[in-house]
């Protein structure tokens, strides 16, 4: 990717590029459809990407899209931020979907981390 032209290859097709940023976040809410996350750096509205987090010894992955983003007030470089879990794939086992699903309807021992009077788990 230089001088923001993109490059063919022997086939002539145009080479395709994907920019991954990896970003910590803390989980702090989550429900069926979307999620509360804290982070130290500003994430735009608007901005796609995977949510991989572990419950019960399962690594869960969602595709999220975010909907909002505010610096936490009086929390220095701390920034709350809304994420939709979105439906791009079907329901599996190890979606994060499924196992707030689980959760919610009572199946404790798929997907429940048991982390009673515990900080929520990092994401």
Partial sequence: MTNGRSRQHDSGHEAVATLVRLVPVRLVEVSRGGCRLECASRIESG???QLAVE???LVRIDDVRVTRCQ???GAGATYQV???LLRTR???????????RNIISGERSVGHPQHEGKAPLPA
């Fill in 71 to 73: 610096q936490r007030a």
């Fill in 90 to 100: 079907r329901l599996g086992r190890r979606t994060v979907r499924m196992a707030i």
């Fill in 55 to 57: 419950l019960a010894g």
């Fill in 82 to 84: 809304g994420a939709e």
């Fill in 47 to 49: 901005t796609s990407g």
